[in-house]
């Protein structure tokens, strides 16, 4: 424990690449502890999730914070007293700046839903789906300046049967996403990425 790898996870909405994340810590016994939840929503339910854990949370207000720089740096300066080592982006629906990029140079690992560098951006499952494609799937990559751009740490694909509905299609992607992150981080700390 006292060696374990301290990250910090990102999130907007349900929490459930969180959840994934926690159990499979929790199952394998990675050598990490999460340490803060960071939300842009005083409503996400990854709030839950983490109140359940007893993991601290922070909760960002970019409105009243006035630029994505200060919210970042109000981040930063929690995720330093945390002894954060690294960032896992899950569902964080917003652009990460080189403020924060800097403070974490190569540690901010990002999941999309797509088969990057196809389908980048905030709807990648329905962008897939609407354009007809048979196989998209899931990204997990390093964070960049730019929007779903990072270098890609690995990929799994998911076809799109002749009956598949975009909620079924969703429903298959998140299922893959909940295997494939905790898998990608359980290497990451393997080769030591954060330390």
């Known amino acids: 424990m006292a060696n374990d790898v301290r990250l910090a996870v990102f999130a907007s909405g349900h929490g459930t690449n969180f959840a994934a994340i926690l159990d499979a810590i929790q199952a394998q016994g990675l050598s990490c502890q999460i340490v803060r939840l960071v939300v842009d929503k005083a409503n996400a339910g990854a709030l839950a999730i983490a109140n359940a854990h007893h993991i ?76 007809g494609v048979k196989i998209t799937g899931v990204t997990v990559h390093f964070v960049d300046e730019g929007t779903d751009t990072g270098q890609i740490i690995d990929q799994q694909a998911v076809h799109i049967a002749d009956d598949d509905t975009l909620e079924s299609l969703e429903a298959k992607i998140h299922d893959v996403e909940h295997h494939l992150y905790p898998t990608v981080l359980a290497q990451l700390l393997k080769e030591e990425v954060f330390n």
């Open 56 to 131: 601290p949370t922070l909760v960002v207000n970019y409105k009243a914070a006035g630029s994505r720089q200060a919210v970042e740096q109000q981040i930063i300066d929690q995720l330093t007293a945390d002894g954060a080592q690294g960032i896992l982006l899950a569902g964080y629906m917003r652009i990460i700046t080189p403020t924060l990029l800097q403070a974490f140079p190569q540690k901010v690992i990002n999941i999309h839903p797509a088969l990057l560098p196809s389908f980048p951006g905030t709807h990648g499952i329905e962008d897939a789906f609407h354009y």
